[in-house]
């Protein structure tokens, strides 16, 4: 037997046209972080050109990250605090939990992997 189910996570969508340059704002990256789940951040849009350095951060185009949403609560924070309305919360469709015991000394061994995907093998006897 062998199943598979995909762990539910929220997500963040994030809208860079109306963000427009995070850095300026960060104010959805600031409250993850002080609410404690860290899932936000941000990165350069391009790279700046070696010609025409940036002398200040503000200056270099900025966009926002969405980064270990396994750390996310869905706690809408980042939502509320958005002034330009860039930042949606993405909400999992509900999933029904799936267990499977064996009795009569068989073993059934499962692993998670790094995406969510949880392999269960078929069962063993001892």
Avoid: W
């Avoid at 969508?13 to 409250?31: P, W």
């Avoid at 509320?80 to 799936?98: D, H, S």
């Avoid at 009569?104 to 969510?116: E, H, I, K, N």
């Amino acid at each position: 037997m062998s199943e598979e189910y995909i762990t539910p996570r929220y997500r963040i969508s994030i809208d860079d046209e109306a963000c427009g340059n995070a850095v300026l704002c960060n104010k959805c990256v600031q409250t993850c972080l002080e609410h404690g789940a860290n899932c936000l951040g941000f990165v350069n849009k391009d790279s700046p050109s070696l010609d025409n350095l940036p002398k200040r951060l503000e200056d270099i185009d900025h966009k926002i990250i969405a980064t270990f949403m396994f750390n996310c609560d869905g706690c809408n924070k980042c939502v509320e605090v958005c002034p330009k309305n860039a930042v949606t919360l993405v909400i999992p469709e509900p999933q029904i939990p799936r267990a499977v015991i064996r009795q009569d000394g068989a073993v059934v061994l499962c692993s998670t992997q790094a995406d969510g995907t949880v392999n269960i093998p078929p069962e063993r006897d001892l």
